[in-house]
């Protein structure tokens, strides 16, 4: 039988704090975890004891290249307090890591309660298809760019005459 220490601190990505940031093809959510391992000279395993995440959540998040679906909103939160970064930054990197365009910003005139409607929208993108995903991210980025030229258009900057 093998006996292996309780040391994790052979898991940090890259090996040691300090040395170079993560590889250039790193999605946004890798390369947030992690350069905030490196800079806390935190191992995946004291990032899952902080967030409450099993280890090997955290190592797949941290090393899946190319992510299907952002995580459960829970694993986002959770994520979030074991990096502790605003969960904002962590929805943020999850979703641009699948190819979604995420929002934080409340605009002037929207109400301020959207958590649940947010919530809701990234937890059913689950369910989604990819190709589903890539129709609903040119609808949002529609809307965007409609409101966007509404607004233009209302302060007389649209360009037209």
């Keep these: ?43 995946y395993g004291e990032v899952a004891r902080r967030g409450g995440l099993p280890r090997s959540t955290v190592y797949t998040l941290a090393t899946t290249r190319n992510l299907v679906r952002p ?12 990096l502790d970064v605003p969960v904002s930054a962590v929805r943020a990197a999850a979703a641009q890591s699948t190819g979604l365009h995420y929002y934080d910003d409340v605009g002037s005139g929207q ?4 958590d649940q409607e947010r919530d809701l929208l990234i937890a059913s993108i689950d369910e989604l298809s990819p190709a589903d995903r890539q129709h609903v991210a040119a609808l949002v980025e529609s809307l965007r760019n ?3 030229r509404d607004k233009g258009a209302a302060s007389g900057t649209d360009g037209s005459r």
């Design 1 to 43: 039988m093998t006996a292996h220490a309780a040391d994790d601190s052979r898991d940090v990505p890259g090996g040691q704090p300090g040395d170079a940031g993560p590889p250039e093809h790193a999605n946004p959510l890798q390369r947030l975890i992690m350069e905030r391992l490196r800079e806390r000279g935190w191992s």
């Design 71 to 82: 995580p459960r909103p829970a694993t986002i939160d959770a994520l979030a307090k074991g």
């Design 111 to 114: 109400r301020d309660s959207t």
């Design 146 to 148: 409609r409101a966007a």
